[in-house]
């Protein structure tokens, strides 16, 4: 309990400083389906993942958070985020890889 109150004051006084463009933190992009998504998608796709990353990282330097815990965090998202897209990615590869032969 005294973790969960811990890490919601630690991530409220975060977002009290604002990210320096007032944005705050960036929204995931949606990943699409390996299995069916079109070469397109995922060019796009993979786009907005590497603007996400940037944005994430953006956030965290003008923040600063000085807890590790609340910095392990935001890099978590960050790291999940960017697997979810990998997983999808792979798929399609494979996908692919089975239509061209």
Known sequence: MKTTIALVAALASGSAFGACDGKGWP??????????????????????MAEFVKAGEA???CVKPSDSFVHN?????LV???GDFNE??????RREAIAAN
């Open 27 to 48: 929204e995931k992009p949606e990943v699409p389906n390996g299995e069916v998504a079109t070469f397109e998608q995922m060019m796009q796709a993979r786009e907005a």
């Open 59 to 61: 956030y965290m330097a």
């Open 73 to 77: 965090y935001y890099v978590d998202r």
């Open 80 to 82: 999940r985020a960017a």
């Open 88 to 93: 999808e990615r792979q798929e399609f590869l």
